[in-house]
C-alpha cells in the first residue's frame, strides 16, 4: 500500500453536552473561561509569532554569501596592459557570474603572480595584493 492508495474514513464529529452519556460537561470541567464556548485562551497572533526563529541582535543579518573570490593569475590571463578591472569589466570576461541577477561584490586573492600594470576599481584586495 502507498500514501496515494489511503482514504480518508469519513467520521462524524462528536457532538457534547447534549444529554445522554456525554454530559453538560463533558470533559471541560466546571465554570470558568476556559470551559465556555467561543473563547480561546491564547491570541491567534501569538502563536505565530513564536513560530518565528529567534534572530538575537543586530549582528544576525549580517551575511557575506555575495562575495566572490578572485585570483590575481585569473586577472593576469584574462586582461591586458592598463585595463580597468571592475566587477562589470570581470562579468565581460566571463571571471564571475550575477547572483540572483545581481552584479556580486568582489574581493581579489593574491594568489598567483602580475606581470602587467592593471588598475583596480570596485574591488576589496585582500592584505597580500595591496
Known amino acids: 500500500m502507498q500514501i496515494h492508495q489511503l482514504q480518508k474514513k469519513n467520521k462524524k464529529k462528536k457532538r457534547i453536552g447534549r444529554g ?14 476556559k470551559s465556555r464556548a467561543g473563547r480561546k485562551m491564547v491570541p491567534a497572533i501569538r502563536e505565530l509569532i513564536k513560530k518565528y526563529p529567534k534572530l538575537r541582535g543586530y549582528r544576525a543579518k549580517r551575511s557575506n554569501s555575495n562575495i566572490v573570490v578572485v585570483n590575481l593569475a585569473d586577472i ?17 570576461k566571463g571571471l564571475i557570474r550575477r547572483i540572483k541577477g545581481r552584479t556580486p561584490q568582489v574581493k581579489i586573492l593574491a594568489k598567483g603572480k602580475l606581470d602587467k600594470k592593471i ?12
Open 76 to 92: 593576469n590571463k584574462k586582461f591586458e596592459e592598463s585595463e580597468v578591472v571592475n566587477p562589470k569589466t570581470l562579468l565581460e
Open 119 to 130: 588598475k583596480i576599481e570596485g574591488c576589496k584586495l585582500s592584505k597580500n595584493v595591496k
Open 20 to 33: 445522554g452519556k456525554k454530559g453538560t460537561y463533558s470533559g471541560k470541567g466546571l465554570k470558568g473561561q
